[in-house]
């Protein structure tokens, strides 16, 4: 099973910036298809980004243009480059990886999760 640990959350103004990093361990991620969930207090987990295994992308319709998931294969890493961004992107965020390598963006069909990082945006 691969470990997955994000960092680079932390308090950011409104209209600010933060590019948040999913380091895996114990396999190759290569073949697998990662997302970046979120999580606000008292709400669902929610997909934010996905990205199959040959680099498509996806995005959920609040975060398009502003947020970009991209991956480094040779460094077993994800990340997640966000942009202007608002008070409603405070949440925590998780990164997923399954061995399936399209994208899904439901939580369930994810194997594998990170213990989440904290994104504060303060207006």
């Known amino acids: 099973q691969v470990q997955l640990v994000e960092s680079g959350g932390g308090l950011v103004q409104a209209g600010g910036s933060l590019r948040l990093t999913c380091a895996a361990s114990g396999r190759t991620i290569s073949g697998d298809a990662v997302a970046w969930f979120r999580q606000a207090p008292a709400k669902e987990r929610e997909f934010v980004s996905g990205l199959d295994w040959n680099s498509r992308t996806y995005y959920v319709d609040s975060v398009k243009g502003r947020f970009t998931i991209s991956r480094d294969n040779a460094k077993n890493t994800v990340y997640l480059q966000m942009n202007s961004l608002k008070d409603e992107d405070t949440a925590v965020y998780y990164c997923?990886?399954?061995?399936?390598?399209?994208?899904?963006?439901?939580?369930?069909?994810?194997?594998?999760w990170g213990q989440g990082t904290q994104v504060t945006v303060s207006s």
């Open positions: 997923a990886s399954r061995e399936r390598g399209y994208y899904s963006r439901a939580a369930r069909t994810y194997e594998s």
